[in-house]
């Protein structure tokens, strides 16, 4: 007969590492050791019990949607702002936009009655190739801030 350990025990999702990567995967669940007001000690991704803030968790056996690919069809000599789509686990799709320093300066010069501008889905860059987009997303990612990044397109 199979006993069933985790009856009373919370089980937290990681929804942003934080400075905690080394402990930490975002979408992953870990079991509450014990908790504090404002804590959880759980056994990191490391295999060793490290407190961490609430703030890094929601309650339950969540699935977060991740970051399956991206794409664009854009090539970054051509633009100063490089369109790109993000396509998720959950099947949800967003974009966003990306340049470099000095593409967003010679975006300004070519927009003579442009003083300044916001945009929020704008990802700026030191330089724009396949693995500086990959790292930056990724990051954005682990540290919950993709959603904030990007704008979701309809389907």
Request: hydrophobic content about 35%; some cysteine.
């Amino acid at each position: 007969m199979e006993v069933n350990l985790l009856i009373d025990k919370t089980i937290v999702t990681c929804c942003d590492v934080g400075v905690y990567e080394h402990a930490l995967k975002r979408g992953n669940q870990y079991i509450v050791n014990n908790e504090s007001d404002d804590k959880y000690r759980i056994t990191g991704n490391h295999g060793r019990l490290v407190w961490i803030a609430k703030a890094h968790f929601i309650n339950g056996n969540i699935t977060l949607p991740y970051l399956k690919e991206w794409k664009s069809e854009d090539d970054p000599m051509d633009y100063d702002l490089m369109e790109v789509d993000l396509m998720f686990s959950d099947g949800s799709k967003r974009w966003c936009l990306i340049t470099t320093p000095s593409k967003l300066v010679d975006y300004f010069e070519k927009q003579m009655d442009l003083s300044g501008f916001n945009i929020k889905h704008l990802l700026i860059l030191k330089e724009i190739n396949y693995e500086a987009i990959e790292k930056t997303l990724r990051y954005l990612e682990a540290h919950d801030q993709l959603t904030e990044a990007s704008i979701a397109l309809k389907q």
